[in-house]
T-cell receptor, first 112, second 115 residues
Framework: DAKTTQPPSMDCAEGRAANLPCNHSTISGNEYVYWYRQIHSQGPQYIIHGLKNNETNEMASLIITEDRKSSTLILPHATLRDTAVYYC?????????????FGGGTRLMVKP | EADIYQTPRYLVIGTGKKITLECSQT?????MYWYQQDPGMELHLIHYSYGVNSTEKGDLSSESTVSRIRTEHFPLTLESARPSHTSQYLC??????????????FGPGTRLTVT
């Protein structure tokens, strides 16, 4: 599976949009981009995933560039409860075990 | 909310004791996983299972063992606990729907301290 690169930390003001970038320049055609987050001391939580089209759900939006080498997770109106570590993971469709490789992630701090 | 449970949530135990961390899921998922995470550090996969009677070691070497006798149950055992085993242990599961692999659902974790 392709390696991802994320900034180690970011701050965001409460109520503003949080835009979390991820680089995955070695992504191949059958690999999906997944986002999870981990709130302090809890198990990771799935947020969203996509292949090449932009995706939106009740939690966030995922914007994938046309060349698929990078993506951005958008939390449209960040709240204090969105403070967490956000992981961008690339996983192949042929990954039979559905394995996820977690990197360091981005520690998002939402401030009042 | 995902139906995956871990017990105990917290465990403090002395060196040399045998311990079993329990993980159960009620979603009928065939795949289950154990991750280890030290405070402030990355999650590392230590064991996984494709289904009943299937167990494999993950990316990070671990002295723990696992078993998968029933679909819903994936316990992790340490025969002789040591202080180096102090960590958080997270269990997860995933399944298949409409031919597509689903996301992984995580339990709340067990925080183990070996004194």
């Amino acid at each position: 599976d392709a390696k991802t690169t994320q900034p180690p930390s970011m701050d965001c003001a409460e109520g503003r949009a949080a835009n979390l970038p991820c680089n995955h320049s070695t992504i191949s055609g059958n690999e999906y981009v997944y986002w999870y987050r981990q709130i302090h001391s809890q198990g990771p939580q799935y947020i969203i995933h996509g292949l090449k089209n932009n995706e939106t759900n009740e939690m966030a939006s995922l914007i994938i560039t046309e060349d698929r080498k990078s993506s951005t997770l958008i939390l449209p109106h960040a709240t204090l409860r969105d403070t967490a570590v956000y992981y961008c993971i690339v996983r192949g469709r042929n990954n039979a075990g559905n394995m996820l490789t977690f990197g360091g992630g981005t520690r998002l701090m939402v401030k009042p | 909310e995902a139906d995956i449970y871990q017990t105990p949530r917290y465990l403090v135990i002395g060196t040399g004791k045998k311990i079993t961390l329990e993980c159960s899921q009620t979603m009928g998922h065939d795949k289950m996983y154990w991750y280890q995470q030290d405070p402030g550090m990355e999650l590392h996969l230590i064991h996984y299972s494709y289904g009943v009677n299937s167990t494999e070691k993950g990316d990070l070497s671990s002295e723990s063992t696992v078993s998968r006798i029933r679909t819903e149950h994936f316990p992790l055992t340490l025969e002789s606990a040591r202080p180096s085993h102090t960590s958080q242990y997270l269990c997860a599961s995933s399944g298949i729907a409409a031919g597509e692999l689903h996301e992984q659902y995580f339990g709340p974790g067990t925080r183990l301290t070996v004194t």
